[in-house]
């Protein structure tokens, strides 16, 4: 039995607060051409930009996509290695409304020539308003960047757990150290002012190392905000540490990489920390 082969489809649709015009750049940037060749990708047609593709290199594709701001659509592809699906009889093909029409042959040709993309051999079976068929500019790399730092990027359940307990110790550390240097010193005030910035650093970063484990989910970083929510903000360091992420890429990036030892060793001192601690207030009701 043959593997199930899949297609990018666009319609012109864009990702929730998405500017259009900045989402032209970025494809134009990702399809390696200019922002005039790409426009017939947003006249609202159904446009074909990838087939043929393995469940995988699908997500993949649609990651890139969406990174640039856009809202394809994987379908099955019913037909690859073909030019266009077969034509559909007469009798079932639609008719044209007031909304919608075709893509004009001039527009889609001079698409095809200005992003460097051969035209399809036409035959029998192809219709001459059939669209360009454009490969993605550059591929997903294998494993997403780690930015510690930034709400970009994903992260799996060892890491967040290892990142979260550097987190604690580096600002447990260097706020406390300083706090008490210059509180020793009569520098009460700027005692004070150095503890708050500590706080706002770990909050940010807490922040950031949460909204990454999400996306790493598949889940939109403003999740987040569920913290603020009573009892709830018990739960959800609980949830992030435990459900699995995304195996394969997603529209938040390629996965993850591989945990090295560090990471693993850190993951289990917090583990065994928190274990620690239960224990020890279980065993002092």
Known sequence: MSEDRFKIVFDGALLPGVDLELAKQKIAKLFKSDIAAIEPLFKGQNITLKRDLSQQD???YLAALNQAGIDPRVEPDLAPGTSQPPAQPASMTPS???DSSPVEPAAAND???QAAIPEPVADAGTSPYSPPHATVGDPLPEFGELKFYSVDGRIGRLR???WTLALILLTTLAGGFLTAALVGNGLQVTGMIFLGAAA???MYL?????VQRLHDLGWSGWLWLLNLLPFVYAV???VLAVL???TGANRYGAPPPPNTGAVKGFAALWLIILLLSFIGGFSSI
């Open 58 to 60: 699908a997500n993949i």
């Open 96 to 98: 044209p409304s007031a």
């Open 111 to 113: 698409w095809q020539r």
């Open 160 to 162: 967040y757990l290892a």
């Open 200 to 202: 706002v650093v770990f």
């Open 206 to 210: 807490n922040i950031t190392i949460s």
């Open 236 to 238: 959800f360091p609980l």
């Open 244 to 246: 699995p992420g995304n």
